[in-house]
T-cell receptor, first 115, second 111 residues
Framework: GAGVSQTPSNKVTEKGKYVELRCDPI?????LYWYRQSLGQGPEFLIY????????DSGLPNDRFFAVRPEGSVSTLKIQRTERGDSAVYLC?????????????FGPGTRLTVL | GEDVEQSLFLSVREGDSSVINCTYT??????LYWYKQEPGAGLQLLTY?????DMKQDQRLTVLLNKKDKHLSLRIADTQTGDSAIYFC???????????FGKGTTLSVSS
């Protein structure tokens, strides 16, 4: 595809439910990042993949959050036992490699609302 | 710790210049970025500057970096209504893989 795509664009769920958010990076991009953007804030880093492995997951807020990238392309962010505070826009970005100035291309995001 | 600060709002008239300011705390920052976010759209990289540079110009955009004061600015010349958006300053540190973003400056351009 031409850019990073994310599905769904909107997700409404109830407190305590499990959700999965999907990211399709730009073809050939080995690095993939997840960020979370709360209302009125800038994006905050969650996790970074280089290929299939999570190279840096220091931004995950707690063990309810988990992400995978089994084939080094599509990634899924999984949130267990959702809480109202998890409501935010979840952004995915990809880049060619980890290199210093490899531009991160962002997807449009998934807006998660936890009722 | 790492922190990026920006003023929250800026209002200008069409045709004027806009200057958006940003301060950061991590002296090991290697690259500093300006992103633009329009409603319903993803973040778009506008420009970036390497930490050993003082200035970078790209068409209507001028980035100034004062490394001593850890101050970054983005100047948009001849601001247009289409420039109305939220502008984020971001840094990438020597140790980090992720970008550290400010809270964003909402630029409003009136005709």
């Amino acid at each position: 595809g031409a850019g990073v795509s994310q599905t769904p664009s909107n997700k409404v769920t109830e407190k305590g439910k499990y959700v999965e958010l999907r990211c399709d990076p730009i073809s050939g991009h080995t690095a993939l990042y997840w960020y979370r953007q709360s209302l009125g804030q800038g994006p905050e880093f969650l996790i970074y993949f280089q290929g299939t492995g999570a190279a840096d997951d220091s931004g995950l807020p707690n063990d309810r959050f988990f992400a995978v990238r089994p084939e080094g392309s599509v990634s899924t962010l999984k949130i267990q036992r959702t809480e109202r505070g998890d409501s935010a826009v979840y952004l995915c970005a990809s880049s060619l490699s980890r290199g210093e100035n490899n531009e991160q291309f962002f997807g449009p995001g998934t807006r998660l609302t936890v009722l | 710790g790492e922190d990026v600060e920006q003023s929250l709002f800026l209002s200008v008239r069409e045709g004027d210049s806009s200057v958006i300011n940003c301060t950061y705390t991590d002296s090991s920052s290697t690259y500093l970025y300006w992103y633009k976010q329009e409603p319903g759209a993803g973040l778009q990289l506008l420009t970036y500057i390497f930490s050993n540079m003082d200035m970078k110009q790209d068409q209507r955009l001028t980035v100034l970096l004062n490394k001593k004061d850890k101050h970054l600015s983005l100047r948009i010349a001849d601001t247009q209504t289409g420039d109305s958006a939220i502008y984020f300053c971001a840094e990438r540190t020597r140790a980090g893989t992720a970008l550290i973003f400010g809270k964003g400056t909402t630029l409003s351009v009136s005709s």
